[in-house]
């Protein structure tokens, strides 16, 4: 199968690398659930929350976008279970798609009313973004085209979920996405497997002292894909 091949050929091609990434992932694990003990919740929510996202992920990747470019069920599913056990109150999806729909879904069900921005930098994406949201019948306001964040600049967030743009715009929005964390926030910041940007977020991270956890044991996907999750700030 092609899918399976090519994380095959990955750890073919770099076993230690891949090896010390799968113990990181499982160690960083360990210590996220000690630091922050309902994320054992969140683990074990994430398979009734894919089995509950499946079917519109099926019809995003068949008629809207691709498998390669939607954030992977794994990291959908982490995040709609991440926010159903954390219950975030103001929440950005920087890259919008799937993962504005897993928000939504979130706030609907949600009884805190959370408040959900989706932000883009590319104006086409968001007007899919807003088509599949209405077809999915959910809101489909509050988005922005990056970086014209102007609105939402002096929102701190308890959740953003970074997986905007290419790995350029990605890794120059960084600052964006730690000066606009809450006193509570996290940012999930996906396709760490890119290890150019890894190298640079990380940094960032420990730059602005930001705590970073490997998702890898929750979020490694078949096209080798995970994410890392960070927070909250020091300050
Ligand atoms: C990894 S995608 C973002 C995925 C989004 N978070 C989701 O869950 O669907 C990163 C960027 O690619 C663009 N994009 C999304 N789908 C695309 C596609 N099928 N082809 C080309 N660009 C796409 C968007 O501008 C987006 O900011």
Redesign the pocket.
């Known amino acids: 199968m092609k899918t399976k091949s090519r994380t095959l050929a990955k750890r073919l091609k770099h076993p230690v690398r891949e090896m010390l990434l799968d113990r990181s992932g499982r160690n960083d694990l360990a210590r996220l659930e000690q630091t922050l003990p309902e994320l054992k919740d969140c683990a074990a929510g994430m398979d009734a929350c894919a089995a509950l996202l499946r079917p519109a992920y099926r019809h ?1 990747i068949d008629n809207v ?2 498998d390669f ?3 992977s069920l794994e990291s ?1 599913a982490f995040l709609y279970s991440m926010a159903r056990t954390m219950q975030p109150q103001t929440i950005v ?1 920087l ?5 504005s729909l897993v928000l939504r879904r979130y706030a609907a069900e949600a009884s805190n009313n959370p408040v959900i921005w989706s932000v ?3 104006g086409g ?1 968001l007007e899919k973004t807003a088509e599949f949201l209405q077809y999915m019948e959910c809101p489909s306001d509050n988005l922005l085209e990056w970086p014209n964040t102007s609105t939402i600049d002096d929102i701190k967030f308890d959740l953003i ?1 970074h ?3 290419n790995m350029n715009t990605r890794a120059d929005a960084l600052p964006w996405v730690t000066d606009h964390l809450s006193e509570r926030g996290y940012v999930i910041l ?2 760490m497997h890119k290890s150019e940007y890894r190298k640079k977020a990380l940094s960032h991270m420990q730059q602005a002292d930001v705590e970073c956890y490997s998702l890898r044991a929750l979020t490694h996907d078949y096209l080798g894909r995970f994410a890392v999750m960070a927070g909250p700030p020091k300050r």
């Open positions: 995003y976008s691709n470019m939607a954030a959908s999806d890259g919008s798609g799937f993962s883009d930098d590319h994406w979920f997986d905007m743009g996906d396709d």
